[in-house]
């Protein structure tokens, strides 16, 4: 199915939490790969951190923190980074 002009997985690698409810979803989805599943879910973790880092500026954020979630299912696939080698800001840089 396609959503102007693009097709479900295309737009969840862009916004996951405009496909999906919660990052379970994203592990029961039909028709996406592993490594895209993946993709989608590091990108809703890098979505959740900016999130953070503006609430913590007293802008307001929209989604409750998934964090947690979204490494829960990035475990299950194998894919959990390492924490000894973890970015050192919530941006994802150093």
Same mark, same amino acid.
């Given at each position: ?9 295309? *737009? ?17 989805? *039909?028709?996406?790969? !592993? !490594?895209? *599943? ?10 959740? !951190? ?45």
């Amino acid at each position: 199915m396609k959503h102007q002009g693009i097709t479900d997985t295309e *737009k969840a690698l862009l916004n996951p939490a405009s496909v999906f409810d919660t990052p379970e979803e994203v592990l029961h989805a *039909k028709g996406i790969s !592993r !490594r895209q *599943k993946i993709e989608i879910l590091r990108r809703w973790e890098y979505d959740q !951190r900016q999130l953070q880092v503006a609430e913590e500026e007293n802008m307001a954020g929209s989604q409750i923190d998934i964090l947690g979630q979204i490494r829960k299912a990035l475990r299950q696939l194998d894919a959990e980074i390492n924490s000894e080698h973890s970015p050192s800001t919530k941006h994802g840089g150093i």
